[in-house]
């Protein structure tokens, strides 16, 4: 079993929709947890950060933590064509570094 | 964040050869990592590069094959010796933010080996 777990998709969505992702971890020493917004052909860019259990909200993304079910989502309101990306999680301990990947969902949002 | 750039962006190599990729900082970073982006796969940790020590690498990969230098804070080369077909893939640099374990990452190489 993988340390962390996520559907890789596709997942297509019309625009304006709310785009759902999750992850689903085993590690229960996890504390830092991260989506991250990857264009073909670019490297990953952080878009939400949560140390923790709770909700954080940015604009449009909604990142939520689950630590009782080891599961973590990200919610896109409105999704937007320029939406379409991969979208991978990424959780640490919090031991300095090393980050643990989701496989990565691929988004497709259509006008 | 940190502003990383890496070179080359891509590159088609012959099988046998070896391929340096850059990695430069904009600021002063403790930590750097390289990873692994096999077509639709999610990222590998190669390595972990401290400045002024050994690389610290995981299960699977080793030193002969994917030397790293770290000669300063702001700068590391991942060498991949040796390429087959099979290490056609691309290649992520990433630094590490001051107060939490973030990672920011540079654009990629994408190597293709014949």
């Known amino acids: 079993q993988k340390e962390v777990e996520q559907d890789p998709g596709p997942l297509s969505v019309p625009e304006g929709a709310i785009v759902s992702l999750n992850c689903t971890y085993s590690?229960?020493?996890?504390?830092?947890f991260m989506w991250y917004r990857q264009y073909s052909r670019k490297g990953p860019e952080l878009l939400m950060y949560?140390?923790?259990?709770g909700n954080k909200e940015d604009g449009r993304f909604t990142a939520q933590v689950d630590k009782s079910s080891k599961y973590i989502s990200l919610f896109i309101r409105d999704s937007q064509p320029s939406d379409s990306a991969t979208y991978l999680c990424?959780?640490?301990?919090?031991?300095?570094?090393?980050?643990?990947f989701g496989a990565g969902t691929q988004v497709v949002v259509t006008p | 964040s940190a502003v990383i750039s890496q070179k080359p962006s891509r590159d088609i190599c012959q099988r046998g050869t070896s391929l340096t990729i850059q990695c430069q900082v904009d600021s002063q970073v403790t930590m750097m990592f390289w990873y692994r982006q096999q077509p639709g796969q999610s990222l590998t940790l190669i390595a972990t590069?401290?400045?002024?020590?050994?690389?610290?690498?995981e299960s699977g990969f080793v030193i002969d094959k994917f030397p790293i230098s770290r000669p300063n804070l702001t700068f590391s080369t991942l060498t991949v010796s040796n390429m087959s077909p099979e290490d056609s893939s691309i290649y992520l640099c990433?630094?590490?933010?001051?107060?939490?374990?973030?990672?920011?990452f540079g654009a990629g190489t994408r190597l293709s080996v014949l």
């Open positions: 990433s630094v590490d933010s001051p107060r939490s374990n973030i990672q920011y």
């Open positions: 990424a959780m640490g301990t919090d031991s300095w570094g090393k980050l643990q």
């Open positions: 590069a401290n400045q002024g020590s050994e690389a610290t690498y």
């Open positions: 590690n229960s020493a996890f504390q830092y």
């Open positions: 949560t140390y923790s259990s």
